[in-house]
Structures are given as C-alpha cells and as structure tokens.
C-alpha cells in the first residue's frame, strides 16, 4: 500500500513539522490576496459564484471570517456563528466601505491572522476552540476549516474571470481532504460508521479515504495514478458548487447521500446544518 502522503483527523491534529500543511495556509492567504489586488474597481460590482454576492461583498465576508477566526484563536470570541444569517449582517454592516478600504482592511487582518498562526504554531499550543460541527476542538483543525473557506471562495472570485484556474497541488489536496472530512462530520454526529474510498484526479489527485468511526473522522490520501473526479470539481461537489457527490461520486446512494449534505446546507437545500 502506498505511504500516505496527508491524513486529517478530528483525533490528533496537524502540528508545526506538518509543513506541507501550514505552507498550503499561508501560500493560499497570500495567493487571496494576491488576486484581490489585480481587480479594478469595475470588478468590485461583478458577479460571483456566490449568486447574491459581488467580488466586494465577498472580500469583505472574507475580511469577516479571518476576524472572527483570529479572535477564535486568540480566545477572546465566544459567539455563536450562525452561518445562515449571520455572514449577509456582516457584509452589510461595511456597506459604505470603498474598495480601497475593503483592501487595506483584506491586508490588515489577513497579516495578523498569520502572524496568529504563526505564533501558536510556534509555542505549540493547543488550545480547543468553539466550532460549528463540535463543541471545541483543536484550534488547528479550524485553521485548517479557514483555509478551505478561503480556498473555495477564491474559486468563487476567480472561475467567473479565470474559467481555467487551477490552484496548487498541496492546496487542491487539502481542500479535498478537509472537504471530505467536513462530509464525514454530520454521519459521526448521529454515530453513522462510514467506510468510504474513492480516486480524486488532476491537480491534488490521489486515493482517497474517509472513515468515521468510535467518534471519529479520518482522512487519509495516498499517492495514486487512476483516473477519476478531477479534485478542484470534487470540492466544488461537496462544497455545493455544481453537481453534489450524489451526482458527480461513485458509491453506494446511503453513503453519497450523508457526504452530499455538507453541500445541500451550504445551498440552502437543508434547513439546518446537519
């Protein structure tokens, strides 16, 4: 069997000589940001994947997310994100913001979010912070959550400018990974046991597997040479962007239909996070 080459697990966590990881986290907020700068101030009214969002209500739901994530870490937020509600209150609470604002603002927290990490990294801490999906859990896990925010919602920003935009190996991979971990949480909250193995292609491609089991979610990829789902478009799948898993997957309908669900909340398909 091949050497895996990533594992996530709500288990143990991702710890500062997994750098391979934590290059992914500050390579993907650079890249964001990056991006951010390239738009004009005409691109700020466009569209998005994100239907109801212009590239400015999306940059400043990302200013959003990165502020409450550094202050999750730094243990000074304890409020309960209702990620139905919520986001839109935020956006329109900077409203009058210009792009220029909306930038510099993008700059500023994203600087001190890395510095954030960083630091915990640095000191190995492991403190447990409140999170959507489980009471506390490793604040590393959640940085590993921000990332594939970010990630997709990069994806939201460029594929209506860029149709053929690829991102990193390492970075697809992680999104994928994290993805499928994110799928693997609603099954262990009701104590489903899932086995399920499947090739992800092209770009962060790999042999992929998820198990939930005792409690627990693991992802594991291992280095692999079939064909199948191109990674980025597996994402977008489990993240509710085009066809869910149950469409675009290979398997059994029970199993599709519990990794699907992650993809149905975020569409608004479901009425509450499951």
């Known amino acids: 069997m091949a ?3 990533l594992e996530l697990s709500t288990a143990t966590a991702p710890v500062d000589g997994d750098d391979a990881i934590w ?23 466009g569209p998005t994947r994100c239907s109801d969002w212009s590239v400015r209500d ?35 609470a900077h409203a009058p913001d210009t792009p220029d604002q909306v930038l510099d603002r993008l700059d500023a927290v994203s600087a001190r979010y890395i510095e954030r990490v960083d630091s915990l990294l640095r000191t190995g ?6 999170w959507l999906y489980a009471d506390r859990i490793d604040w590393r896990l ?3 959550h921000a990332f594939w925010d970010e990630w997709i919602h990069e994806r939201d920003l460029r594929l209506p400018r860029e ?4 991102s990193g190996d390492g970075e697809t991979r ?3 990974a994290y993805g499928l971990m994110l799928c693997g949480l609603g099954p262990q909250r009701v104590g489903l046991d899932i086995c399920y193995e499947t090739t992800f292609g092209g770009v962060g491609g790999g042999r992929y597997r998820l198990d939930v089991a005792d409690g627990d979610v693991t992802v594991t990829v291992r280095a692999w040479d079939g064909d199948g789902v191109d990674a980025a ?25 519990a990794l699907s669900l992650v993809g149905m909340t975020i569409r608004g398909d479901v009425g509450e996070d499951s």
Do not use: N
């Open 125 to 130: 801490d492991t403190t447990l912070v409140p």
């Open 58 to 92: 999306l940059l400043l739901h990302l200013c959003d997310t990165t502020s409450i994530f550094d202050r999750r870490f730094a243990g000074v937020d304890r409020h309960e994100f209702d990620p139905v509600h919520d986001p839109q209150k935020l956006v329109d």
């Open 233 to 257: 478009l597996a994402v977008d799948s489990m993240a509710g962007r085009g066809p869910l898993p149950t469409e675009l997957f290979e398997g059994d309908a029970a199993t599709l239909g």
């Open 163 to 166: 149709p053929h935009h690829r």
């Open 174 to 176: 992680l999104a994928a």
């Open 142 to 144: 959640l940085a590993i």
């Open 23 to 45: 290059s992914c986290v500050r390579r993907q907020r650079a890249d964001t940001v990056a991006f951010a700068r390239t738009l004009d101030e005409a691109d700020y009214a």
């Open 3 to 5: 050497t895996a080459i």
